[in-house]
């Protein structure tokens, strides 16, 4: 078993990731920047180390972080990503510096990225795929991908996850079921588009994997996680608006989504299958679109936050 430092811990992917970790046996300290929010306390109350702490401010966790056998980078603040993710891989850098100086154990560390990276495509993207640079907030995230896999005196890991539903955030695909109570329903992006996907819990158990798949066969690696669903989101957006009684058409409003999203990414995760023995447990989206319907309606009912609903 080893220790874990993970940033983003109250966030979508770093809670579950942290969670998965814990239940597995690993020693786990999460940062967080406030203690009393609800998912810190259900992170202490599963055995969760909490440091209370700021990635903008590496000495509220330079010693944890120091002393930690692998150090995840799962946090994204999307109105400074670029600030965010340049902190995070200095901190995380500047850690091993201080450990390999008192004469620690080599470090794994783990960046999250994203399939967003890759080019618009119908194609099947691999890791062996050129990544698409012509943006510049996917530029700097690829920048910082090449930090931690350089990194000299450490074992650097990329993963890039698709995106990412179920459980506390149900992603903005709920947005249909709504939608459709207002007798509109539109995606935000071209109808053609479409993305690869992936349960958070299978996410989290990719990390798992890593973590726990021999070192020498993991470092300097990038590693998609996906299930193998080929969805559009005009596919998504009419069944789940159907579930909700919707009978009309579906219009496209790119204009309301976010420009860098507006084409399609599949990716494979073979590659982390046969590294690792990671595999997919969770039905695809579509599949288990009644319960996600069923899910919305709680919320909606109890006017429930989507974070309290697990």
Do not use: C
Not at 22 to 45: E, K, M, Q, T, Y
Not at 82 to 97: G, Q, T
Not at 152 to 165: M, Y
Request: aromatic fraction near 10%.
């Amino acid at each position: 078993m080893v220790q874990v430092f993970i940033t983003g811990a109250t966030g979508y992917i770093g809670y579950e990731v942290a969670l998965a970790l814990r239940r597995a046996g690993h020693s786990v300290f999460a940062l967080v920047r406030h203690a009393n929010s609800p998912l810190a306390i259900n992170l202490a109350h599963s055995e969760v180390a909490v440091i209370i702490g700021d990635i903008l401010k590496p000495e509220t966790f330079s010693d944890i972080a120091v002393s930690s056998d692998v150090l995840i980078h799962a946090a994204a603040d999307y109105s400074q990503f670029d600030k965010v993710d340049n902190a995070a891989s200095e901190a995380f850098l500047d850690a091993v510096k201080k450990s390999n100086e008192k004469g620690g154990k080599r470090k794994l560390l783990i960046y999250t990225s994203g399939i967003l990276v890759y080019p618009g495509s119908k194609d099947v993207s691999t890791e062996e795929t050129a990544t698409d640079a012509s943006i510049p907030i996917i530029n700097g995230r690829i920048g910082v991908e090449k930090r931690f896999l350089t990194a000299t005196d450490a074992d650097g890991v990329v993963l890039r996850p698709s995106f990412v539903f179920g459980k506390r955030n149900p992603s903005f695909f709920y947005d249909y079921f709504t939608q459709a109570t207002k007798g509109e329903v539109y995606t935000t992006t071209d109808l053609s588009v479409g993305w690869s996907h992936i349960h958070v819990d299978d996410l989290a158990t990719a990390y798992l994997a890593v973590v726990e798949t021999s070192r020498d066969k993991v470092k300097g690696q990038i590693f998609n996680v996906s299930d193998d669903s080929r969805f559009s989101n005009e596919e998504i957006a009419k069944r789940f608006s159907a579930l909700a009684g919707y009978t009309g058409t579906i219009a496209a409003h790119p204009e309301k989504g976010w420009p860098l999203a507006n084409k399609s990414v599949f990716v494979s995760s073979k590659k982390l299958s046969t590294v690792t023995g990671w595999t997919v447990k969770h039905k695809h989206l579509l599949e288990e679109a009644e319960l996600y319907y069923r899910h919305w309606k709680v919320i909606e009912a109890h006017k429930l936050p989507s974070s309290t609903v697990n």
